[in-house]
């Protein structure tokens, strides 16, 4: 997608996603990227996440993935487009509104294809989250 609006949203997903895998790995837990796949699946689906409560079991992996969505919902919450709006989501001192949500949702699922492309054919490989993480570390949009 050549679209800078989209890639910076892309940037912000998959700079989630390294985030979430670095402290992963931490603390002992192996991501996958079918494990980043499932986790896209659900943060498309959620309108307000639940903030994760503490650090996930690095043995629960539905914990692992429910962290993961979450924080990329979290995301979009917290990033605001400058411009013209009458959104209700608008801050009318800044004029800055949210990122609707087909907008997040378009995002998403270019990552999704990106990780599609990218995506070990082995089970439990990692093809596209080392790919991310050199190209999120590089700052590359």
């Known amino acids: 997608m050549n679209d800078p609006f989209y890639a910076q949203l892309i940037h912000v997903i998959e700079s989630t996603i390294v985030k979430i895998d670095k ?24 309108e307000s996440p639940d903030p994760a409560n503490g650090r996930p079991d690095p043995a629960n ?7 993961m969505a979450n924080a990329i919902a979290v995301c979009r919450q917290e990033l605001f487009i400058e411009g013209s709006c009458c959104e209700e989501e608008c801050s009318s001192d800044t004029h800055q509104h949210g990122v609707s949500h087909g907008d997040w949702v378009r995002a998403i699922s270019a990552v999704e294809a990106s990780l599609k492309i990218r995506r070990s054919p082995e089970p439990g490989g990692r093809d596209y989250l080392d790919f991310i993480q050199k190209f999120v570390t590089e700052g590359r949009l």
């Open 61 to 67: 992996r539905e914990e692992f993935i429910q962290e």
């Open 23 to 46: 402290a992963a790995s931490q603390s002992g837990f192996k991501c996958t990227d079918s494990l980043v796949k499932s986790a896209l699946n659900k943060a498309r689906r959620l």
